[in-house]
């Protein structure tokens, strides 16, 4: 039998199409016979699960809301994420700071942080302080779980009926979680934290370690957290003995502290403790009779003099040495007590000088807030008011108010064209001439040119154009690049918040705060240091041992070399006498500092330096409405002669670097004790002494002697100039 040939690969190929395609037809139709008799089955058995009417009704609901639950829990499970967060540290055993201030002279000045008394248990608060707390702030505390739903609507209905916010919605357990974990910031994301911390804390504690915790860290206004403290603040005993009055006065405390603190508004403290005792009635707490005679008599807090409280320093300095206690250097130490550098009789002047300049110039000059800072020239903080009544507003215009310094920018300017180029001088010749970036072209005051002249000259007359050149010479005719250097310099020499490069900046465009600009001036005060304020002299723990000295523990950095420091002193020391800052002339000692005024006369400053202190002083208004043609060389130079001319009493006079000795060098004296107790052997009292004018005359006959370029620099400045962006005392202001 013979073998057939084999067929061509092309009929193979058609073959096996034909065969795949005969498959592939069988296949479908069997598929849509099959699916279509699964679909009949699937069909009749779905029949008996259609539902109709109510029914219907009821399984789409439930069917949504499973839906939705679990999209919810999705969502909670994302947001209860960052707030558990903050409990994966030991939070119940981290104890927060306990900070006792003293002053330079070891007195005790004030408290802040938590000072836990531990002895104090639960039971031995006074029932009807506990009572007041629960009636006031969560009635149905022993029957929620952190949070109170009943609670908030009946704070709602209460809220709607009196048109505002008349009663809290947040539970204790709320209110604690926000305490320990979180910052008084006004947000949902903060809510949402706080309501899921508050369910966890009722996980893990019981309602009376709660409430435990809750009574001793709740801030209470004065400085003082926790009912024991104050206790002792407030009515100069321990918590055990608290009457009914004084406990209902408390517990009125816990949500607004600072608005019904009884040593800032005593009327408003005893109607808010009346309220907390109807609170009491209506809780079932106390009888209407029992509460007739706290309301007869009225519980009467301990004289807290605001004076006597430097608390706008101790805010601060709070703040000062939590950071640093943030990195460590104080160990693992949590009470502490500091010593400061605070002159408390220097603290109150300032006060008072303040208050005194805004109460009888303020109308005139339409300006209603002020801040002034005084520091050693190493940075040691003396003194700081951060406005004119700390019961009134606790914003510290001093450390946290950022405006415009004006023409009291300029020497950061100078410093980085004197540190860039080492040919420039005080006797340099500048030349005062239109200049513009873009479309922005400063004018002097007048809009006028005064041409050629001495840098003496320009920074005594605060020309706003030769910073404007400086900056594009620095940068070697990049402006850009020269503002940088001139922004550089400035945060090397102390200036801590971001300043906004623009055209305007060196002419005082940018932000700063009244405690940086001292710092910053301190630079040139004691030789080209930088100076950080600072706070913490000396620090020991709760068993007195010497855990932190400044002097040993932070050592100076130089940050400007001693030729530009020696020609910006001189030339800021022309400043004063011969410029826009006379004003701050101080009887006997040598003074340097530069004033300056923003647009439209909204910001006011001098801040200025001796051989021994430096100070800045800032006048304006907190909404930024503009002042009355005020500027740096009226109220802020006169406050600064005030404050420091007290200041300097009982002080050995020191040089400034660089400027003229001015008069002579001298030890002030006053009935005052000694500033600084270091300094009180070496005192000594110079008699006949010569007086300024005196000086003048004998100098005026100097002058006689001196070459023509040194005339030429110490020639008497003409009146100020002002500009678009920056104003330095365009005229002198008659004052009443």
């Not at 981290?94 to 639960?122: M, N």
């Not at 206004?221 to 321990?238: I, N, R, S, T």
């Not at 980085?416 to 970036?437: E, Y």
């Not at 041409?451 to 020309?463: D, K, Q």
Request: with cysteine; hydrophobic share 40%; net charge positive.
């Amino acid at each position: 039998m013979s073998q057939q040939p084999p067929l061509p690969f092309t009929t193979r190929i058609k073959r096996a199409a034909l065969a795949f395609d005969a498959w592939l037809n069988s296949a479908l139709f069997q598929g849509r016979s099959g699916l279509g008799g699964a679909w009949e089955w699937y069909s009749e058995k779905m029949k008996c699960l259609r539902f109709r009417g109510a029914p219907r009704v009821l399984l789409d609901l439930t069917s949504e809301a499973t839906t939705l639950g679990a999209a919810g829990a999705v969502v909670m499970l994302a947001l209860a994420l960052p707030a558990f967060q903050e409990t994966e540290d030991d939070w119940l055993k981290t104890q927060d700071l306990a900070v006792t201030f003293l002053d330079r002279y070891g007195q005790e000045v004030g408290r802040r942080g938590l000072h836990l008394d531990d002895s104090y248990k639960l039971e031995d608060f006074p029932d009807h302080l506990i009572k007041a707390a629960l009636a006031t702030e969560d009635r149905r505390f022993y029957d929620h779980w952190g949070i109170d739903p009943f609670g908030t609507l009946r704070a709602l209905m209460v809220n709607a009926q009196g048109g505002g916010v008349v009663q809290g919605g947040s539970s204790i357990t709320q209110q604690l979680a926000k305490n320990l974990f979180l910052t008084n910031e006004r947000s949902l994301e903060r809510k949402i934290k706080e309501a899921f911390l508050a369910i966890w804390l009722e996980f893990h504690l019981t309602k009376d370690e709660i409430l435990k915790l809750y009574l001793d860290r709740a801030y209470m206004g004065g400085g003082a957290h926790g009912a024991v403290a104050a206790a002792d603040y407030y009515f100069g005993k321990p918590a055990k003995d608290l009457t009914l009055a004084e406990s209902a006065m408390l517990a009125g405390l816990f949500k607004a502290p600072t608005k019904y603190a009884p040593h800032v508004n005593l009327p408003a403290a005893r109607a808010r403790a009346n309220e907390v005792l109807r609170n009491m009635v209506e809780a079932g707490f106390l009888t209407e009779g029992q509460i007739q005679i706290a309301r007869r008599n009225p519980a009467i807090p301990v004289s807290r003099e605001r004076e006597t409280t430097p608390d706008f320093y101790l805010d601060w300095a709070f703040e000062q040495v939590k950071f640093q206690a943030s990195q460590k250097k104080f160990g693992n130490e949590r009470v502490l007590i500091v010593k400061t550098p605070l002159d408390t009789a220097l603290q109150r002047h300032a006060e008072q000088t303040l208050e005194n300049m805004l109460r009888q110039h303020g109308r005139q000059y339409k300006v209603g807030q002020g801040a002034l800072v005084v520091m050693d020239v190493d940075g040691a903080v003396r003194a700081i008011v951060g406005g004119r009544d700390y019961g009134q507003s606790q914003f510290n215009r001093a450390t946290g108010g950022l405006r415009q310094p004006g023409s009291s920018f300029k020497p950061f300017v100078y410093a980085a064209a004197l540190t860039t180029n080492p040919k420039l001088r005080p006797n340099s010749i500048v030349t005062d001439r239109p200049v513009c970036l873009g479309n922005w072209c400063p004018q002097n005051y007048g809009r006028s040119f005064s041409g050629s002249m001495p840098l003496v000259s320009a920074l005594a007359r605060s020309i706003n154009s030769i910073p404007v050149i400086m900056s594009v010479e620095i940068g070697k005719g990049n402006a850009k690049a020269g503002r940088a250097v001139i922004v550089d310099t400035a945060k090397r020499m102390g200036l801590t918040h971001p300043l906004t490069d623009s055209s305007s900046l060196p002419i005082g465009a940018a932000e700063v705060t009244a405690i940086d600009m001292a710092a910053s001036y301190a630079v040139f005060a004691n030789g080209g240091k930088r100076a950080d304020p600072y706070a913490a002299w000396e620090v020991r723990n709760s068993s007195g041992e010497i855990i932190y000295r400044h002097d040993r523990d932070t050592p100076p950095k130089q940050v400007l070399d001693t030729r530009v420091v020696q020609d910006m002193n001189f030339m800021l020391n022309k400043v004063v006498e011969e410029g826009t800052g006379k004003r701050a002339i101080l009887e006997g000692i040598p003074v340097a500092g530069k004033t300056g005024t923003t647009n439209g006369y909204k910001d006011a400053w001098f801040v200025g330096f001796t051989g021994n202190l430096v100070a800045s002083v800032w006048y304006g208004n907190d909404d930024s409405t503009p002042m009355n043609e005020m500027t740096g060389g009226t109220l802020p130079a006169m406050t600064w002669h005030d404050v420091m001319n007290v200041a300097h009493q009982n002080l050995e006079i020191r040089p400034i670097p660089g400027a003229s000795p001015a008069n002579a060098t001298r030890v002030a004296s006053s009935s005052r004790p000694a500033a600084d107790p270091s300094q009180s052997s070496s005192q000594a009292f110079l008699a006949g002494t010569l007086s300024r004018k005196s000086y003048e005359v004998l100098g005026g006959i100097g002058t006689l002697f001196q070459s023509v370029d040194r005339s030429v620099t110490t020639g008497r400045a003409p009146e100020a100039p002002r500009s678009s962006a920056a104003v330095d005392a365009p005229r002198q202001v008659a004052m009443p």
